[in-house]
Each structure stands twice: as structure tokens, then as C-alpha cells.
């Protein structure tokens, strides 16, 4: 299994696991009873002890049911954080697994990844912007009810949907996030990634911390081995592969908000031959510590290698 494979396995199955999740009972918010069930038990603090004066038994209760699976959470998802960087983005993420998926395909339908982007190559009639426009709107309405499937009963939810008796709000809620998620996917997916996500950011400031952390080196010793792909293209392979839009053999700051999927190396490798050729590699400790302070160039002019 190569890397690329990998990755797309790990986030098919954390995709299934935020749609079904709710459905299985694995983890939600019921707003109909007012707590958390998981894995098909409620999840309260249950501290009526506190009524009865009892107020050690309520702090254990908080310690236990709260801080404690808090604190390991936090801790373990920093130390995996601070060596790895975005890990969790590029590898279980289910908003990036969408922005890969529509990167794809508004690469095959309008000959760019994004709105903002120039074409190849113009699009010929609508078709081409109906069928990115359509999976993007089914998406969008199933990001939206799936997210409403963690707050209400999923079954009954199931139930009122098919037979059109959603209430007011619900229905209110299932436009909403549909409208704002269909706009997310077309026009912002990738801005969101890079300023709007809090998770994001919060992983991209811990992995900026740590000049030994895992990140894309650039093989300098081989630069021009670059020459036959720039000169066959507008954009470089690897540039052109990589989800986030982000110079991928530049500095580590120009890549504040690398989700480590791996995109540019696997790219690479195709343009070299295979992998062992490919000039972009994972790295950590010192020479992780090369890119960091950028000893090498930002970017690779063709006209200067000789």
C-alpha cells in the first residue's frame, strides 16, 4: 500500500465514521433529552450529589468524566501535533477529504482547481459548471444533515425527512448549512483551510513551535531534475498537486498551513520515475531544521540552472 492509498483509506473510513457516527449512537448531542450519549450510553456529570452535600463524590465525577478525558485528549493529540504537524487534516479531515474531492473534479470539468485560479485550457457550455455545481450542492446538503444528525434523533430525523415533516427549525438549519456549505465548497474551501478553521491554525502554530518536526525538504543537490518538468508545464508538478495551494519546495513558513498529505513528493515521484527519485521527501530533526531557517531557495528558476 503506498502512501496516497493509505491516506485515502484512512480518510474514507473517518468520513463514514462523521456521517454514521450520530446513526450508531457513537457519539452526539441529544437537544432532545439535553446530553451527550456515547457509544449508546448517556453521557452527563450526573452531579445531583452536589444537592445532597456530597461534594466530593460531584468532583470526582467532574474529574473523571470531564477534565481527565479533556486533558488526555489534548495531551495526546499535541505530542502527535507537535512531530507531525497537520496530521489530522491530511489524513482523517472530512472537510479536506471534500476539498481534495472538488479539487479533482473542477481539475477534469473547467481545467482548474478553483474559481480563482486561471484555466489551462476554457471549458466548453454549462455542463461542465452543472456537474461540479451539483455533487457540490448534494455535499453540501449531506455535510448539513449530517451535522443536524447531532443534534436531533438520527431515526426520527430519517422518518420526518422522507415523509417531508422536518419542523420549522430543523428545516430552517438544513437550508442554512446547505447554502453556506455549497458556498464553502465551490468558492472557499481552500480559504477556510488556510484562516477559517481554529483546528486548523491551532496545529499549524503548534507545528510551526517545533523546528524538528516533520515537513517536505526539497532536494537542492538535484535541482535540476526540476528542469524537465517546468519546461513541460506552466506549473510545476508538485505545486500543481498540492490541495492547499502552498510552494511546496519553499520554507517551512511559506507553508504555515501544510496539512502533510504527502501530494507534491507522490507528484514528483511520477515526473522522476519513481519514488526513490522523487526531490521532495518527509524529513525531521536536523534536517527539518534546514528547511525551517530556508537554506534553501524559495523557488527554482529554470533559467538559472545550468
Not at 79 to 88: A, D, E, Q
Not at 129 to 153: D, H, N, Q, R, T
Not at 175 to 189: E, G, L, Q
Request: net charge positive; charged share 20%.
Amino acid at each position: 500500500m503506498t502512501i496516497q492509498q493509505a491516506r485515502t483509506l484512512t480518510r474514507t473510513v473517518f468520513f463514514a465514521l462523521f456521517l454514521f457516527a450520530p446513526v450508531l449512537n457513537i457519539f452526539r448531542f441529544d437537544l432532545t433529552v439535553g446530553h451527550f450519549v456515547f457509544f449508546g450510553q448517556a453521557w452527563t456529570l450526573n452531579i445531583s450529589s452536589i444537592l445532597t452535600g456530597d461534594s466530593i463524590d460531584a468532583a470526582i465525577r467532574i474529574f473523571t468524566r470531564v477534565l481527565l478525558p479533556f486533558f488526555a485528549f489534548v495531551g495526546i493529540s499535541g505530542v502527535l501535533i507537535w512531530k507531525y504537524g497537520r496530521i489530522y487534516c491530511g489524513w482523517l479531515c472530512p472537510h479536506f477529504s471534500v476539498v481534495e474531492m472538488f479539487n479533482d473534479l473542477m481539475l477534469r470539468q473547467l481545467n482548474k482547481v478553483t474559481v480563482w485560479e486561471k484555466a489551462t485550457k476554457p471549458s466548453q457550455g454549462i455542463l461542465p459548471k452543472v456537474i461540479v455545481a451539483l455533487p457540490s450542492l448534494a455535499m453540501a446538503f449531506i455535510w448539513a444533515f449530517g451535522l443536524l444528525g447531532y443534534l436531533l434523533p438520527p431515526k426520527a430525523l430519517f422518518y420526518d425527512l422522507l415523509h417531508f415533516q422536518l419542523g420549522f427549525g430543523a428545516s430552517v438549519f438544513l437550508i442554512a448549512a446547505t447554502t453556506i456549505f455549497f458556498f464553502d465548497f465551490v468558492f472557499t474551501r481552500h480559504i477556510f483551510c488556510k484562516y477559517g478553521c481554529a483546528l486548523g491554525l491551532f496545529q499549524s502554530l503548534i507545528w510551526m513551535a517545533n523546528k524538528r518536526a516533520m515537513v517536505i525538504k526539497f532536494d537542492r543537490e538535484r535541482a535540476k531534475a526540476c528542469r524537465e518538468c517546468s519546461l513541460h508545464a506552466h506549473q510545476k508538478a508538485c505545486d500543481a498537486a498540492c490541495p492547499m495551494r502552498l510552494p511546496t519546495r519553499n520554507m517551512k513558513r511559506a507553508k504555515f498551513t501544510c496539512t502533510q498529505c504527502g501530494q507534491c513528493a507522490a507528484a514528483c515521484s511520477k515526473v522522476q520515475g519513481s519514488v526513490d527519485k522523487s526531490l521532495l521527501k518527509w524529513v525531521s530533526d536536523e534536517e527539518a531544521i534546514e528547511v525551517d531557517r530556508g537554506a534553501h531557495k524559495f523557488d527554482i528558476d529554470i533559467k538559472e540552472i545550468k
